[in-house]
């Protein structure tokens, strides 16, 4: 993704190394190799990358690292990170969680903000609810209070009216297709070709502005199952209790995401106490790609409030 890496970058460093310094590292966390990326200066963010399984550097944020230290997450299980025992089964969001736990202890900068995006909002959720006293905030980004046949429903008619719009755009048959298979995933190759095909489903504007994303169809996945050890489905219903999330809570969506659209940030504002929302009103679920400037602002505005 050339549009989201640098030069910047050194080359991987391990735990021994400065652990805020620019670059790659890694850090062991319970016997499992954790890799982060470090770009950017000002208080700590962590970004924690969707999918499951997608690569990290779709979620680079150039406009926001002028002000903020970013720290991208490669969440365990995907990319260069270690893998759990029972791969690809055992990725759940308290799984998740604990290897968090173990990054942020090896950054020793106290409290941090916590952004996911898409399934890391998912975990992003689940960290701000069990692990409130480590947070200084929580960005929830793309993200949903629950998965599940209710969630399908919503972006199978998400789905269907971004077909409508989209009628005679060469490729949207392919995309459509994609989408249709997005449940018979089952390992890498699949995962990665999954990941490239729905991008256009997940931008606002994509035909009118391919060569601008092209640098975003060289994400690469992993193929995450999304059960458990017991091969139970890790689904999220939190619903009941965002009322008990205590960190300062930023709620970011595109107007025309069609998978974590507005009505799943409006739950989230509306049930987290103090919740701000910011809707970008010409992106779909790639804000920080299709309105970079806007959701730079908005996520720097809320890390100054309450870094303090």
Not at 46 to 56: F, R, T
Not at 66 to 86: C, D, K, N
Not at 128 to 142: E, K, W
Not at 236 to 248: C, E, F, M, N, Y
């Amino acid at each position: 993704m050339s549009n989201h890496q640098t030069s910047r970058e050194s080359p991987e460093t391990t735990a021994r190394t400065a652990p805020l310094s620019p670059g790659t590292h890694v850090v062991d966390v319970g016997g499992v190799a954790q890799r982060y990326h470090v770009a950017g200066t000002g208080p700590v963010v962590l970004a924690h990358p969707g999918g499951p399984g997608l690569s990290w550097d779709y979620l680079r944020m150039p406009a926001a690292e002028s002000h903020l230290t970013m720290v991208y997450v490669e969440p365990i299980g995907t990319g260069a990170s270690g893998r759990l025992p029972a791969h690809p089964h055992g990725y759940t969001r308290e799984r998740y969680a604990r290897a968090l736990d173990g990054l942020i202890e090896h950054l020793g900068a106290g409290r941090v903000h916590l952004l996911g995006h898409s399934h890391g909002g998912f975990v992003a959720q689940h960290y701000a609810l069990t692990r409130p006293d480590r947070l200084a905030g929580v960005i929830l980004y793309g993200s949903a209070p629950v998965t599940g046949p209710e969630h399908h429903a919503e972006a199978a008619r998400n789905m269907e009216a971004f077909a409508r719009r989209n009628a005679g755009r060469p490729g949207l048959r392919d995309v459509l297709d994609t989408w249709e298979s997005l449940g018979a995933l089952a390992d890498d190759e699949g995962t990665t070709r999954a990941a490239r095909g729905i991008l256009p489903a997940y931008l606002a504007d994509y035909w009118d502005r391919r060569e601008e994303y092209a640098p975003l169809f060289s994400v690469t996945g992993t193929y995450i199952s999304g059960l458990d050890d017991r091969l139970a489905p890790d689904l999220v219903d939190d619903r009941d209790l965002l009322g008990s999330i205590k960190a300062p809570a930023l709620v970011i969506a595109g107007r025309h995401d069609v998978i974590c659209g507005p009505r799943w940030a409006k739950e989230l504002a509306g049930g987290i106490p103090g919740a701000e929302l910011v809707l970008l009103e010409n992106s779909g679920h790639l804000g920080h790609v299709e309105e970079p400037d806007a959701f730079a602002r908005a996520m720097t505005a809320f890390v100054a409030a309450t870094a303090a």
